[in-house]
């Protein structure tokens, strides 16, 4: 067996583009309305383990409660306060979270909803996690405390208090998002009170934040929050570390706002790679994976160095957000195993896997009108993530991380971080093949047809496991042998639609090739 020593350096990143991962770790899971007392679990059982950076967590403050058995997910995004006490679990249990994620290695990344409060439309009272008194007519929070001066119902300039035109960039910023009551984030006041609450957060552990909504906050009022904001807590990261940030941006093109009015702040979330990753894949309007080979900056993205990437997210999963049909999500297994090797084998972009949850798909006139369900539930109390023999998931869960395919390709980014893309092959259709410096290498066939043809890998010769087959364990492969000649080129038969995966390294001593999707067998000569 072949082993080769990967070394890594991770360069001097200033502020808030830094994820503070630990060295090696090169991906972060969004733990999509996971309860506290399971992520923990899981940071120990299995993120650590398989290489995993980080969770994003959802949105752990008081939010409103929505009188039915479901209980919509959106439910997150409507704050009440900023008390640590969501559906989730309340203070003590996120704290217990982060300290156990922390000590081995796995960073929380909190979803901080600051743009707004709840819905104008929400009935006053105490319907809420915690139980504080609130009134959206009166703009009385009495939970944190805000009071009608707090909010920009005077500064919108529509007629109706909503945004109604995206293309006016005071709308979009100073009007409501679908009825949620804007905050006056010009106010030191509400500065302060939003600081208060990402700073008790830093306090406890956490490593930075997803800045929900920030197409609708002004780039210079997240500027001056960010300036509140404490450096990262010593116990687990290095003097005067700053919170990592990541803004939600939806910037497609066409309207007032762009993504690049941000950058000063943080990373951004690149919304145009799921979109034309998902149109690639699923052959839409002409478009073929031969035309990958200048993936990233050369498509029109924003600088690999401030995008955060992702296939799919809450929002547009569900048909919310950008993206639209073209999407992949786990309901498209195969292209969907297919686009999150992609993204983790290229080098493009920071990367966040996608881990879900079932719920009951009910179409009328092309949409989806059970897309409000919130997560698995008794009588709306979360379900615990239950984890079935074979390593899945179970009460409703679906757990994309822990699908073979995608945790084994966070291993492979993680042995290549570093290093450049290389031998990119094309057949001028959808069969791809590229390596990463000598330490990785992939083969997509998305053709309708088979591949047969001899690739240079830039690997070095030997003999690897195909972890997809079986693993490595004591030394011995449990499924494929492949080996790769001395003359670092390969023969290489593939049905169709299927892809593989070489890597090297010596994470654990067990990964060193990936023969990716071989649900039809993949034969390497």
């Not at 804007?182 to 208060?196: F, N, Q, S, T, W």
């Not at 997560?375 to 390593?391: F, H, L, Q, S, Y």
């Not at 994309?400 to 395919?405: G, K, P, S, T, Y």
């Not at 966070?410 to 042995?415: I, K, P, Q």
Request: hydrophobic share 35%; with cysteine.
């Amino acid at each position: 067996m072949k082993f080769f020593l990967l070394f890594f350096f991770i360069g001097f990143c200033w502020a808030q583009y830094e994820p503070h991962t630990e060295k090696g770790r090169t991906s972060i899971v969004h733990l999509f309305e996971w309860r506290w007392a399971d992520i923990a679990k899981e940071c120990e059982r299995y993120l650590a383990p398989n290489g995993f950076g980080g969770v994003q967590v959802s949105p752990p403050n008081e939010h409103l409660v929505v009188n039915n058995p479901s209980r919509p997910w959106w439910e997150r995004y409507q704050p009440i306060s900023y008390k640590i006490c969501s559906r989730s679990g309340n203070e003590d249990e996120f704290k217990d979270m982060v300290t156990r994620c922390n000590n081995v290695g796995v960073r929380i990344y909190v979803d901080a909803v600051i743009n707004h409060m709840c819905g104008e439309g929400a009935q006053a009272g105490t319907s809420s996690t915690c139980g504080s008194y609130f009134n959206p007519q009166t703009r009385e929070f009495s939970g944190v405390p805000y009071s009608g001066w707090d909010f920009n119902d005077g500064k919108c300039r529509s007629g109706s208090g909503g945004i109604e035109n995206y293309n006016d960039a005071a709308q979009v910023r100073d009007c409501r998002l679908v009825g949620l009551l804007d905050l006056a984030l010009e106010k030191d006041y509400v500065r302060g009170k939003v600081a208060d609450y990402m700073n008790r957060l830093i306090d406890i552990g956490v490593a930075g934040f997803r800045l929900d909504a920030a197409k609708h906050m002004w780039p210079g009022d997240i500027k001056a929050i960010l300036y509140k904001l404490h450096n990262l807590n010593t116990q687990w990261f290095s003097e005067g570390s700053r919170p990592f940030i990541f803004q939600e941006v939806i910037d497609l093109g066409g309207e007032a706002l762009t993504s690049s009015e941000y950058f000063g702040n943080g990373r951004v979330t690149e919304f145009k790679y799921g979109a034309k990753l998902g149109t690639v894949m699923r052959k839409w309007s002409g478009e073929k994976m031969a035309y990958l080979k200048n993936w990233g900056e050369g498509w029109g993205f924003m600088p690999s160095d401030r995008a955060l990437v992702f296939v799919d997210n809450h929002d547009n999963q569900r048909g919310h957000g950008a993206g639209g049909a073209s999407i992949l999500t786990f309901w498209d297994a195969r292209l969907y195993k297919m686009a999150v090797g992609f993204m983790l084998a290229h080098p493009y972009g920071f990367t966040r896997v996608m881990s879900s949850y079932h719920w009951p798909r009910y179409f009328e006139n092309g949409k989806d009108i059970n897309d409000w369900v919130g997560p698995p539930n008794d009588n709306g109390a979360t379900k615990e993530v239950t984890i079935n023999a074979d390593t899945t998931c179970g009460n409703g869960w679906v757990c994309e991380h822990r699908w073979r395919q995608i945790r084994n390709m966070v291993a492979f980014r993680n042995v290549v971080n570093g290093q450049p893309l290389s031998n990119w092959w094309d057949n001028g259709s959808n069969q791809v093949a590229f390596g990463r410096g000598n330490k990785g290498f992939i083969v997509f066939n998305n053709d309708d047809w088979s591949l047969s043809t001899t690739l240079q890998t830039g690997l070095p010769a030997g003999t690897y496991c195909d972890v997809i087959s079986g693993d490595k364990i004591d030394g011995y492969c449990t499924g494929i042998k492949v080996y790769v000649s001395g003359l670092l080129t390969e023969y290489v038969k593939m049905p169709r639609s299927t892809e593989c995966t070489i890597y090297t390294g010596n994470i654990t001593d067990s990964w060193l090739k990936i023969c990716q999707y071989c649900q039809r067998s993949c034969s390497w000569t």
